[in-house]
Structures are given as structure tokens and as C-alpha cells.
């Protein structure tokens, strides 16, 4: 009978207690500054410098280029391999144009390890649906946090409705034909 009284008293000192759970998918966890989440890619902004392949530890990036015609490269593929990727953040750190930058994406749970592999596409759609990631982090109260999620998701239908999944190849599709082109693959390649 103790024990019955005893477990009812914990329960009772809990529920004035700030609650530490939240009613997920329909809610979503603020992330503390600095989160490595998910990567969004913005095309434009490349200079296929090839860094951020070059210093990724596990080698899942694999991306190529070609200049146009003033001489300016520009990248044609962006892949990451998320099967591999250990979200270190060390291809946003030396990324000098912020092209590649971490979200505050973090669901990649899938059935099929293929749809591990995202390509430039699927990043530019982070970027579009996960964008306001550095608004949601400067936001100092939950209202200035909310008030940045609808932005983002005022921003992602907007998306949605005017077409702009196909941004990065409208991007690209002025371009003149490819005289020389720029590659790296990474050995974490798409799976069989
Ligand atoms: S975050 Fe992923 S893609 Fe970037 S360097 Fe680390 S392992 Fe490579
Ligand atoms: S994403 Fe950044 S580091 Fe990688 S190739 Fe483009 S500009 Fe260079």
C-alpha cells in the first residue's frame, strides 16, 4: 500500500512541472543554435570550388561543373549521399559561398536506402521548405519562433504553387554548352 502512495506522489510533484515532451509530427522541436541538420544547397551561389568534397570525411559528396560563357563555373550535379553522411558540418564550414549550409531538417527516415541518395533537386527543395532555419535560430520567444515557421511554410506552398522544384535546372538552362567540366564523385556513390 506504500508503494502506491509513494509512486502517486512522484506522479503529483510532476504535473506542475514544465512538460519536456511535445505532441510530434503536428509539433516540432526548436532546435538550440547551431543544429546540424539536413543540408539545403542553393545552385546559384556555387563557384564549384570543390571544397566541400574535397574535406568531407566519408566522401558522400559528388558534384559537377562546367563553365559558361564568361568563364564562370557552374555546377550542373550536387549529390550527398545520406546514407553516409555523419552531419559533421565540415563542408558548410569551408563552403566560401554559404552555398551548402546545414537546416533544421532531421527526418530522413526511409524505406529504401536508395532514397538516402538526394540530389541538387531534393537540396534546393530543403533550401525552399527549411530556408528560414537562421530566422527560426535567431528567434528569441516562441512567438518569433512560430512566426518563423510560417514563413517557412508560407514559402514552401508558395514553392510548390509557382514551380520552383525546377529551380536549380532553370538556374542552370541559360548556360552556353559546357567547354570544359569540373568533377568530383565521392566513393560513397548512389547505391546498387
Ligand atoms: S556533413 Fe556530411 S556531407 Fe558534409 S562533410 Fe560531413 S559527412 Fe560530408
Ligand atoms: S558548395 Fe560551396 S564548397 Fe562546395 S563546390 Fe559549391 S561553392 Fe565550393
Redesign the pocket.
Known amino acids: 500500500m506504500f508503494g502506491v502512495f509513494k509512486g502517486l506522489g512522484v506522479t503529483i510533484r510532476q504535473l506542475p512541472k514544465k512538460k519536456v515532451t511535445l505532441m510530434y509530427p503536428e509539433v516540432k522541436p526548436v532546435w538550440p543554435e547551431r543544429y546540424?541538420g539536413i543540408?539545403e544547397f542553393i545552385p546559384e551561389l556555387c563557384i564549384v570550388c570543390n571544397q566541400?568534397a574535397r574535406?568531407?570525411?566519408?566522401d558522400?559528396?559528388s558534384l559537377s561543373g562546367t563553365r559558361d560563357e564568361n568563364k564562370k563555373l557552374r555546377i550542373d550535379t550536387y549529390d550527398?549521399n545520406f546514407e553516409?553522411?555523419?552531419?559533421?558540418?565540415?563542408?558548410?564550414e569551408v563552403c566560401p559561398t554559404e552555398s551548402i549550409r546545414m537546416t533544421d531538417q532531421f527526418e530522413l527516415a526511409s524505406y529504401t536506402r536508395d532514397s538516402l541518395y538526394k540530389d541538387m533537386k531534393w537540396l534546393y527543395q530543403n533550401h525552399i521548405e527549411h530556408g528560414s532555419y537562421q530566422a527560426l535560430q535567431a528567434a528569441k520567444t516562441e512567438e518569433e519562433a512560430n512566426a518563423a515557421r510560417e514563413a517557412q511554410a508560407a514559402n514552401a506552398e508558395a514553392a510548390s504553387g509557382s514551380g520552383q522544384k525546377a529551380s536549380p535546372e532553370e538556374a542552370n538552362a541559360a548556360r552556353m554548352p559546357a567547354d570544359e567540366t569540373v568533377s568530383s564523385s565521392g566513393k560513397g556513390g548512389q547505391p546498387e
Open positions: 546540424r543540408h566541400c574535406i568531407c570525411p566519408t558522400c559528396i550527398i553516409i553522411c555523419i552531419l559533421c558540418d565540415l563542408c558548410t
